[in-house]
T-cell receptor, first 113, second 121 residues
Framework: GAGVSQSPSNKVTEKGKDVELRCDPISGHTALYWYRQSLGQGLEFLIYFQGNSAPDKSGLPSDRFSAERTGGSVSTLTIQRTQQEDSAVYLC???????????FGSGTRLTVV | KQEVTQIPAALSVPEGENLVLNCSFTDSAIYNLQWFRQDPGKGLTSLLLIQSSQREQTSGRLNASLDKSSGRSTLYIAASQPGDSATYLCAVRLGPGVSNAGGTSYGKLTFGQGTILTVHP
């Protein structure tokens, strides 16, 4: 596609529920990243996929968070048993090559009530 | 651990002024540095990407410089306009083969906290 597409744009969920956030990167971009931006905070790295390599999961805050990338394209970030502190904007980005610049999607605003 | 600092945290200027936003980073072994713009409630828009071998990049009224050895970058905005009002973020990427105490890959960006710019008509 022309840009990085994320869905949904907004999600309100009850505490304890599971949520899935979707990212559709730019076609042909081999690298895909998830970041989180909490209110008043900077961007926090979550996970990074590069081609067929094992993902860098070092930023995932707990085992309630997981992500997968199917077919080297679309990625899904799953948060199980959501907590209020999970409320944030979740941003996805993709890059043509490891050394290239990032293109970000518009994000998913997650609110846990 | 790579740390990125942006100064000032906020800046308010009248339209037409030239201005400079500053970014500093602690680990000079970077692969590249990227400046982004973020409008309220929106994602990040890439403004300029500077590879570690480059000294500056220009796009329209924007000019970004990089002094890798001193761990600094500046974003210069000429003839500012109200439409320039946004949060400006600086982000650095470590070089290949570099890992920090966490053993993380060089793929990820480390962001500063941003500079909130307001340009008054």
């Amino acid at each position: 596609g022309a840009g990085v597409s994320q869905s949904p744009s907004n999600k309100v969920t009850e505490k304890g529920k599971d949520v899935e956030l979707r990212c559709d990167p730019i076609s042909g971009h081999t690298a895909l990243y998830w970041y989180r931006q909490s209110l008043g905070q900077g961007l926090e790295f979550l996970i990074y996929f590069q081609g067929n390599s094992a993902p860098d999961k070092s930023g995932l805050p707990s085992d309630r968070f997981s992500a997968e990338r199917t077919g080297g394209s679309v990625s899904t970030l799953t948060i199980q048993r959501t907590q209020q502190e999970d409320s944030a904007v979740y941003l996805c980005a993709s890059s043509l090559v490891q050394g290239g610049g990032y293109t970000f999607g518009s994000g998913t605003r997650l609110t846990v009530v | 651990k790579q740390e990125v600092t942006q100064i000032p945290a906020a800046l308010s200027v009248p339209e037409g002024e030239n201005l400079v936003l500053n970014c500093s980073f602690t680990d000079s072994a970077i692969y590249n540095l990227q400046w982004f713009r973020q409008d309220p409630g929106k994602g990040l828009t890439s403004l300029l990407l500077i590879q570690s071998s480059q000294r500056e990049q220009t796009s329209g009224r924007l000019n970004a410089s990089l002094d890798k050895s001193s761990g600094r970058s500046t974003l210069y905005i000429a003839a500012s306009q109200p439409g320039d009002s946004a949060t400006y973020l600086c982000a650095v990427r470590l070089g290949p083969g570099v890992s920090n105490a966490g053993g993380t890959s060089y793929g990820k960006l480390t962001f500063g906290q941003g500079t909130i710019l307001t340009v008054h008509p």
